[in-house]
């Protein structure tokens, strides 16, 4: 800014910042005391001890390092099937010519309103019919389904400034359509189907309510995480536990990729679900 | 026959045709030699099909089902409205439309207002603030599920919750239990809500601040303007753009609310908290009454699109 610096506006939103941390601090202190010690509050000093019993028994305790790995195999197909054919799409919507191309993307682009709530009962019974209910299947078609409001329409917007020459230079050259997206067009978009990917793996990493209802056996963390919660038991150093484990992936991958996921969610809207 | 094929040339590349029909046999220059619709559709195949599984089957049917009495497994009956009256004269059912109303209303006020604050006052010194807006922004790459969780420890209703026992300092003794009382449930909820979501907000206001021209400000610190009435005549009407993505997007985002009151309250006391978005999840996955949760579906759809209508007409013009 122009001008000299004006301290008291520092001070004041470092004030604010500091409190808004205070709830991550309270879950990390938790997780690492004694429950007798905190048993008034977990910022109280009158003993003070580092414990790493809660992060041993918690494994034990649910079956937290299976759902890890789901979790994380699921976000990861998810993420690689936007990945793939949400750019493909875009190409063929942008540099292709055929019939009802402009209804149909105006119908992807701007279902990007609707909410999740919509699919819940319509998907419950199809699976149900289709014997897919506990099926990873019943969460991957909508993870991914979904996604393409926004994910066609970011990689679309990213090749409205796509070099016109190179398209022409490939057509010269004797690449058909289908070449000239893997030779040409795919090479050159790497930034926004990256920025999709990642949009995509945080979305389906932290999805709560499809799971919930679609898979039995196997549950992803969010799932297991509001399982853990909801006992009776006085467990907070467990439960604290718990969800560290749950966002801290999808929370490092957000904190590096800060400026992609601010560019997408303008696009995307209401990224949290 | 040269002509004709002359004109489908031109007509695919845009390229005016030139003389020496020769030279326009020749696909290849001026065109793909494949041709394009074929291969768009097998391109476009698989995100046709799992987009209509995933979103155009479900918004028919959901609107199908909700004309429909359907209990658990036994067949379907059709109703027409009466789903639609049922809930109208619900009791239940209008006080989940005004705890919408509130929930959405005040999750975006309470965002929105806080994260443009804080972006103007941001402003003012952008490179010493970053690690603070960083710190805001983190808290919205916590998931509304773990974000619930984290202020469930907070506002735990003994002297262990941090907010009693800060309340306790003033008043000794002082216990509330903020999540079992009807009456302070659903604001706790609003503030943890606009706690987990003022990063989008403070991050689109900052930007909107941050694109105002540098002359504009310059003018106004030549003319001897306070700090406070750069923020009020300056900042405030040139960031209205950024400002009103941010309270769409807010909007949009507390309509569609769904993990965060699973995890604090469950929609109680006495489905105190309970908003459209929850009350069909209720009423279908747990009282298996798909038609009734269906109609409540329909409700809350109408409410997204009635405000998306801006957005919808924007890209609906911007697909090209």
């Not at chain 1, 609707?114 to 909508?142: C, E, G, H, S, Y």
């Not at chain 1, 057509?171 to 949009?199: E, M, Q, W, Y």
């Not at chain 2, 105002?212 to 030549?222: C, D, N, Q, R, S």
């Not at chain 2, 400002?243 to 965060?260: K, P, S, T, Y």
């Amino acid at each position: 800014m122009i001008g000299r610096i004006h301290w008291w506006t520092v001070i004041l939103v470092g004030v604010i910042a500091t409190i808004w941390v205070i709830p991550v601090l309270g879950i990390v202190v938790t997780s690492l005391r004694p429950p007798s010690e905190v048993a008034l509050g977990w910022w109280r000093l009158d003993t003070f001890s580092i414990t790493f019993s809660a992060w041993i028994r918690v494994w034990d305790e649910y079956p937290l390092a299976q759902a890890f790995w789901f979790t994380g195999m699921l976000a990861a197909l998810a993420t690689l099937g936007t990945m793939l054919l949400a750019p493909i799409a875009a190409y063929a919507f942008h540099f292709l010519k055929f019939p009802f191309r402009r209804l149909l993307l105006i119908l992807i682009i701007n279902a990007f309103v609707l909410p999740q709530q919509v699919v819940v009962i319509p998907l419950f019974t199809l699976w149900r019919d289709l014997k897919l209910i506990d099926n990873i299947a019943a969460v991957l078609i909508p993870y991914i389904g979904l996604s393409f409001a926004w994910s066609i329409f970011l990689v679309k917007n990213f090749l409205e400034d796509f070099p016109k020459e190179l398209i022409e230079a490939a057509k010269i050259d004797g690449c058909g359509p289908i070449s000239t997206l893997r030779h040409v067009v795919l090479p050159n978009a790497t930034s926004p189907i990256f920025a999709v990917g990642v949009l995509q793996f945080l979305w389906s990493w932290n999805a709560l309510l499809l799971p919930m209802l679609y898979l039995r056996s196997m549950q992803p963390l969010p799932v297991l995480l509001t399982k853990v919660a909801g006992t009776y038991e006085s467990n907070w150093d467990l439960r604290s536990v718990a969800a560290i484990v749950t966002t801290i992936v999808p929370l490092i991958v957000f904190v590096i990729f800060q400026r992609q996921f601010a560019a997408g969610s303008q696009t995307r809207t209401g990224a949290k679900e | 026959m040269t002509r004709s094929v002359a004109e489908a040339v031109t007509d695919r590349s845009g390229v005016p045709s030139r003389a020496g029909g020769g030279r326009l046999r020749l696909p290849a220059t001026t065109g793909w030699r494949i041709k394009e619709a074929p291969a768009a559709w097998l391109l476009i195949a698989p995100v046709i099909i799992l987009f209509g599984i995933a979103v155009v089957y479900p918004l028919i049917d959901t609107i199908r089902l909700s004309f429909y009495d359907i209990k658990g497994l036994a067949p379907a009956k059709w109703v027409g409205i009466g789903n639609y009256v049922t809930l109208f004269n619900d009791s239940t059912f209008r006080n989940t439309l005004l705890t919408t109303l509130i929930f959405t209303l005040g999750t975006t006020v309470i965002s929105v207002s806080l994260g443009w604050v804080l972006a103007m006052l941001c402003a003012f010194a952008p490179a010493h603030t970053t690690p603070f807006r960083g710190m805001m922004f983190v808290t919205f790459g916590i998931s509304e599920a773990v974000s619930g969780y984290m202020w469930l420890n907070i506002l735990r209703p003994d002297k262990a919750g941090l907010l009693n026992a800060v309340i306790g300092v003033f008043v000794p003794g002082y216990a509330h239990s903020w999540l079992g009382d009807p009456n302070t449930a659903l604001w706790a909820l609003i503030f943890v809500a606009s706690w987990s979501g003022v990063g989008l907000p403070l991050m689109l206001c900052f930007a909107a601040v941050q694109s105002i021209p540098k002359t504009v400000l310059e003018a106004a610190y030549m003319d001897g303007a306070k700090p406070t009435s750069i923020m009020r005549h300056i900042m405030m009407p040139l960031s209205l753009p950024g400002v009103r993505v941010a309270i769409f997007i807010n909007l949009l985002g507390a309509l569609r609310a769904f993990d965060i009151i699973y995890v604090m309250t469950g929609g109680g006391p006495v489905r105190a908290t309970e908003t459209v978005g929850y009350f069909m999840y209720r009423e279908s996955m747990t009282q298996f009454k798909l038609g009734y949760g269906a109609a409540a579906t329909v409700v809350l759809l109408v409410a997204v699109l009635v405000i998306s209508i801006p957005a919808i007409i924007q890209r609906t013009a911007g697909a090209k």
